[in-house]
């Protein structure tokens, strides 16, 4: 399995928007509600952000938000704020009953 | 609330196998509607998926990893495991364990335990 294609970085000043786009196939993304989101800082374990494409737990901002079109997820951030910087993954069920995470996005609040 | 905990060796020498165990505390491993995962991330590298056990002991794993992995339960301990047989350098990662709520959601995560395959 392929992992999912995210872009390598995006940057963004503060209080701006950014969306990091995490692309598949028809065998994960476009074929499931099943699209999550993590962040990761440096040295520490990935952070649940967003689940089912769109769903935030509790606790996670309400800057941040998910969507998908086809075979594309989406997650935005609003009002970037400079602990937002971090690198940011998402993951996506299969139609092989397996997992698959996208490669990774460095955000960099300038 | 539920935390995970890895643990195993840091050095693993290459042709051996890598054993590391996950310890559930604040929950059951054997309550249904969670698979209980592993993934790794090699340095400066991306996620990696390696698989996940059903508290009924179903597996699933990489395409890419099946051949050398295996995910097993001790309900007696609540705790899970993961073997990665034949290891190589390029097996030398972070692993981490976690709970999958359905979905491809992963909360709560481990720590993180480094892995070095190294002679």
């Known amino acids: 399995q392929s992992a999912l294609t995210q872009p390598a970085s995006v940057s963004g000043s503060p209080g701006q928007s950014i969306t990091i786009s995490c692309t598949g196939t028809?065998?994960?993304?476009?074929?499931?509600?099943?699209v999550s989101w993590y962040q990761q800082h440096p040295g520490k374990a990935p952070k649940l952000m967003i689940y089912?494409?769109?769903n935030r737990p509790s606790g996670v901002s309400n800057r941040f938000s998910g969507s998908k079109s086809g075979n594309t997820a989406s997650l935005t951030i609003s009002g970037l704020q400079g602990e937002d910087e971090a690198d940011y993954y998402c993951s996506s069920h299969t139609s092989s009953s397996t997992q698959v995470f996208g490669g990774g996005t460095k955000l960099t609040v300038l | 609330q539920v935390q995970l905990q890895e643990s195993g060796p840091g050095l693993v020498k290459p042709s051996q196998t890598l054993s590391l165990t996950c310890t559930v505390s604040g929950g059951s491993i054997s309550s249904g509607g969670y698979y209980w995962s592993w993934i790794r991330q090699h340095p400066g590298k991306g996620l990696e998926w390696i698989g996940y056990?059903?508290?009924?002991?179903?597996?699933y794993y990489n395409p890419s990893l099946k051949s050398r992995v295996t995910i097993s339960l001790d309900t007696s301990k609540n705790q899970f495991s993961l073997k990665l047989s034949s290891v190589t350098a390029a097996d030398t990662a972070v692993y981490y364990c976690?709970?999958?709520?359905?979905?491809?959601?992963?909360?709560?995560w481990g720590q993180g335990t480094l892995v070095t395959v190294s002679s």
């Open positions: 056990i059903y508290y009924t002991g179903s597996t």
């Open positions: 028809s065998s994960d993304v476009g074929g499931y509600n099943y």
């Open positions: 976690a709970r999958e709520g359905g979905g491809s959601s992963y909360d709560p």
């Open positions: 089912d494409v769109s």
